[in-house]
């Protein structure tokens, strides 16, 4: 009998052992599943990834910035039959399901097991929010369970109605689309509460295999998809066959312009390294926040139209071996003279096929462009527009590669002494020389650096003539100087950076200082002025507006440039070739960027509130001879009105 009693007793103790080293076993293993995973409370402080969207002056949008493209909307803005389609699609026990589907699993086990891999997933959309929100994609079976102890914890902590929206809002739907605001934006240009039934199954559709089905890489994919959708709502009475008909019949249509590149591409591309520095990047791309520029929407279309306008018509002017693929390019860029904001900015004839920003990034010679910054200097060192310079032959010793170097006219012809208003307004090769010699050209290079010339650049002689790199941007801030009364503002492109909450995040404050008096600017924008009115740039009358600026050649009609201004607007046109080759011959400033910046300038009248240039006190126009500098009567021929301050203007006859 206690032979007995003791074997009972060590069996009894034996299975009370195994039980417990089982169930030690499944406590560590649920543990061991459990310890590291997220806490579900803490998705009540999840913000998600949202787009940061950058819009123009006049509160059009420019473009989107983020790394997951998403617009959180609430359930009560989500139609109802997409969220029938998908609870028809995806999971169809979802309103009765604790947030895993035992029979699913069983079936999807048994179908696994046949093929010896993963082949059927059986997740529930709550298990499909799980692993978006907290989970990685594998497949393996730690994962698996993971993800419905997760959804099990969701369903307890949330409706059916919350658990919808938050996987509507956060899924993704393919090219680049997260949450089905996004999608319905990208794909069709409306909101997801606007969507009807044909897209509404086509966004249901997408989630199986988003990337392979996105209606903008494979739309036939997309429409089989769809309305194998419509065909499972049919079959289950949640339409009617008139309505999947009718459905069925719908083309899949993408929203017209649904590109990356946006309006402005190349404006956008110029700000976003600011944005990047000022706010830093993960706020800049996940933080949808919302960015304020200077750019003008009305101005830049103008700009871009008017730069497809010109290069078309060069184009046609060009020989025929220099085809579209290799054909002309061109830039532009335009400033708000009184704040320094940048209101137009093309880069190229087209973003899509060539990224590079001509307007900020091609260093090319300005040509006589740069001849202003010598004249402007000189008005600061005293010069008058009636002071003279001699326009003959000269012979400057030991020039580049110890070679005496001749500078020649563009016409090469010469015309002895003639004032410095003369010579800049005919654009004259050697008086620019001469007079860069004498004010040295290391007092060139600093004096342009101050106005805003911020390429390196050489103090030689040859630089009065443009032989010189710089970027059309610091070209044409050096021009918005004059306008100014003397004062340069370092360009902009953002005002203001707001939060998702409307909270003010960063503000420009423009960089501005001094460089000439007003009198001095002044007396510049009188002399550009001479261009337009007497010299290479009188195309320019047609416009029938104050404007001043001045042309720019470089040698074989390589560059072609206009840098100009009215009382408000400063602009700058370049037009050549990425190769560096001839635009062909007598391609100059005049013929082949002028018009194109007269296009765009006729824009900007609406936009101007002053309609003649500033005079300072103390300072009067004089009638004079350009030729030599003296007082002219009325009536003589050639003669212009020239701005002097006071006391300085040329007397007598």
């Known amino acids: 009998m206690g032979m007995k009693i003791s074997f009972r007793l060590r069996t009894a103790i034996l299975i009370t052992g195994l039980v417990g080293l089982l169930s030690g076993a499944t406590a560590g293993a649920f543990l061991a ?21 950058v819009y123009s002056a006049d509160q059009v949008l420019l473009a989107e910035l983020f790394l997951e493209k998403r617009r959180p909307v609430p359930i009560e803005q989500i139609p109802a039959q997409l969220k029938s389609a998908l609870i028809a699609t995806e999971d169809r026990q979802f309103f009765s399901h604790s947030g895993i589907d035992l029979k699913g699993i069983l079936r999807a086990v048994v179908k696994d097991i046949m093929a010896g891999q993963f082949v059927e997933g059986a997740s529930t959309i709550t298990q499909q929010l799980a692993k978006t929100l907290f989970l990685s994609r594998e497949k393996t079976l730690t994962r698996k369970i993971k993800e419905a102890i997760l959804a099990i914890q969701l369903e307890r902590r ?56 996105s209606p903008l890489v494979n739309p036939h994919l997309a429409e089989k998809r769809r309305n194998l959708v419509l065909g499972i709502m049919r079959d289950q009475d949640l339409i009617t066959d008139d ?6 019949g719908e083309p899949v249509l993408a929203a017209s312009g649904a590109t990356a590149t946006g309006s402005a591409p190349y404006f956008v591309q110029y700000i976003t390294p600011a944005l990047e520095a000022a706010i830093g990047p993960s706020l800049l791309y996940k933080g949808g926040l919302t960015v304020h520029t200077t750019l003008s929407h009305r101005l830049q279309q103008a700009a871009e139209k008017a730069m497809a306008e010109g290069l078309s018509h060069l184009q046609k002017r060009m020989p025929s071996g220099k085809g579209p693929g290799s054909g002309p390019q061109g830039a532009l860029v335009a400033i708000d003279i009184r704040t320094g904001g940048i209101l137009a900015m093309v880069g190229g004839r087209d973003f899509s096929k060539s990224a590079f920003n001509r307007a900020v990034d091609a260093r090319r010679q300005p040509g006589s462009a740069f001849k202003p910054i010598i004249y402007a200097l000189a008005i600061t060192r005293g010069f008058t527009q009636a002071s003279l310079v001699l326009d003959a032959p000269v012979v400057f010793k030991g020039g580049a590669q110890k070679k005496d170097w001749q500078p020649e006219n563009f016409s090469r012809r010469y015309q002895g002494e003639m004032t410095l ?46 032989a010189t790199n710089t970027t059309l941007l610091e070209l044409t801030a050096a021009f918005a100087v004059f306008p100014n009364g003397g004062n340069h503002i370092q360009p902009f492109g953002v005002t ?30 009188d002399m550009l002025q001479g261009v337009v009115r007497e010299g290479t740039g009188k195309r320019a009358r047609r416009l029938n507006m104050p404007v001043a600026g001045k042309t720019g050649t470089t040698n074989d009609y390589r560059d072609a440039l206009f840098a100009g201004f009215s009382p408000a607007v400063a602009a700058g046109v370049w037009v050549g070739m ?24 006729a824009a900007t009248r609406s936009d101007s509130t002053a309609h003649y240039f500033a005079i300072p006190d103390n300072m009067k126009k004089i009638l004079m001879d350009p030729m030599s500098g003296r007082v002219a009567a009325d009536g003589d021929e050639g003669a212009v009105k020239a701005l002097f301050v006071s006391g300085t203007e040329p007397k007598g006859n």
């Open 421 to 466: 208003r003369r010579a800049l307004t005919h654009s004259k090769n050697i008086p620019a020389v001469r007079l860069a010699e004498r004010l040295g050209p290391s007092s060139v290079v600093q004096f342009a650096h101050r106005l805003g010339i911020d390429s390196s650049l050489f103090p030689n002689l040859s630089i009065a003539l443009g």
């Open 158 to 213: 949330y409706t059916k109605d919350e658990l919808l929206a938050l996987y509507l809002n956060q899924i993704y739907f393919g090219s680049g689309a997260y949450g089905v605001e996004s999608a319905a934006r990208l794909f069709f240009g409306k909101p997801a509460s606007r969507m009807d039934l044909a897209q509404c199954a086509l966004i249901a559709g997408l989630p199986k295999a988003p990337s392979r089905y």
């Open 33 to 53: 599943l459990t310890r590291d995973l997220p806490q579900i409370r803490e998705l009540e402080n999840f913000e998600p990834s949202a787009v940061t969207r």
């Open 243 to 248: 309505q999947h008909r009718m459905a069925i």
């Open 578 to 601: 990425d190769d560096d080759t001839s635009l062909g011959n007598l391609e100059t400033g005049a013929r082949a960027a002028l018009p194109i910046w007269m296009d765009f300038m």
């Open 496 to 525: 203001e950076i707001l939060d998702r909450n409307d909270e003010l995040r960063w503000r420009a404050r423009p960089a501005i200082r001094a460089v000439m008096t007003d009198a001095q600017a002044a007396i510049m924008v």
